[in-house]
């Protein structure tokens, strides 16, 4: 069965850093990936998706992420970080042919002014 | 554009009562899901639909739990009797095509049972 590991329950980040944000799936072939984010009291809105080509792709908000199929990644970055983006973020993996996304736990995005 | 449209957005009710929580998917999107969400568990699958049909339930927790999508723009979710172990954020997502789509998300229902 496949799996969506996000090793950070919590981050925190002063506003203007670098953030990125780690996604690691166990999957045999090469699934659709997708990132989402959450703010308090809504439900999840799609940051970016990644389906095959380029393994950079780009997202609203100024996120890219990258597909590294050799370490079974799927990154999520930014190169600066604004406190509006303090959320949860999360992860999503689907297996071609099985139609049902598998979410990582989530990552709390905490940041400092 | 309308996105997915939950109600209620609250809904707090005593232990053993009836509860349905109601969703419109996005015109169009032909596959919707039900999740729950809490602290301990994050987020669950309860039941996937599509084309009107559930593909799979097997998220549902047990009995109490039901849900139905008599057609394309409506499905509930009712939980009875209800207990204080449900209270969670229940969301609904609506997909157009099949897997490499992403979901849209409602905003929620916060369920509380006392």
């Known amino acids: 069965a496949q799996s969506v590991?996000?090793?950070?329950?919590?981050?925190?980040?002063?506003?203007?850093?670098?953030?990125?944000?780690?996604?690691?799936?166990?999957?045999?072939a090469t699934p659709y990936l997708f990132w989402y984010v959450q703010s308090p009291g809504q439900g999840l809105?799609?940051?970016?998706?990644?389906?095959?080509?380029?393994?950079?792709?780009?997202?609203?908000?100024?996120?890219?992420?990258?597909?590294?199929?050799?370490?079974s990644s799927?990154?999520?970055?930014?190169p600066s970080v604004?406190?509006?983006?303090?959320?949860?973020?999360?992860c999503a993996v689907v297996e071609g042919g099985s139609y049902i996304p598998t979410f990582g736990r989530g990552t709390s995005l905490i940041v400092h002014p | 554009d309308a996105g997915v449209i939950q109600s209620p957005r609250h809904e707090v009710t005593e232990m053993?009562?009836?509860?349905t929580l109601r969703c419109k998917p996005i015109s169009g999107h032909n596959s919707l899901f039900w999740y729950r969400q809490t602290?301990?568990?994050?987020?669950e699958l309860l039941i996937y639909f599509?084309?009107?049909?559930?593909?799979?339930?097997?998220?549902?927790?047990?009995d109490r739990f039901s849900a139905k999508m008599p057609n394309a723009s409506f499905s509930t979710l009712k939980i009875q009797p209800s207990e204080p172990r449900d209270s969670?954020?229940?969301?609904?997502?609506?997909?157009?095509?099949?897997?490499?789509?992403p979901q849209h998300f409602g905003d929620g229902t916060r369920l509380s049972i006392l």
Request: aromatic residues 12%; hydrophobic residues 35%; negative net charge.
């Open chain 1, 82 to 90: 604004h406190w509006s983006d303090a959320a949860e973020y999360f």
């Open chain 1, 45 to 71: 809105q799609l940051l970016l998706k990644y389906f095959s080509g380029d393994t950079l792709v780009q997202g609203i908000k100024g996120f890219e992420a990258e597909f590294k199929r050799s370490q």
């Open chain 2, 39 to 43: 602290m301990m568990r994050g987020l």
């Open chain 1, 5 to 28: 590991t996000q090793p950070d329950i919590h981050i925190t980040v002063s506003e203007g850093a670098s953030l990125e944000l780690r996604c690691n799936y166990s999957y045999g």
């Open chain 2, 50 to 62: 599509n084309n009107n049909v559930p593909i799979d339930d097997s998220g549902m927790p047990e």
């Open chain 2, 16 to 19: 053993g009562q009836e509860v």
């Open chain 2, 88 to 101: 969670a954020v229940y969301f609904c997502a609506s997909r157009a095509g099949l897997d490499n789509q």
């Open chain 1, 74 to 78: 799927f990154n999520l970055r930014k």
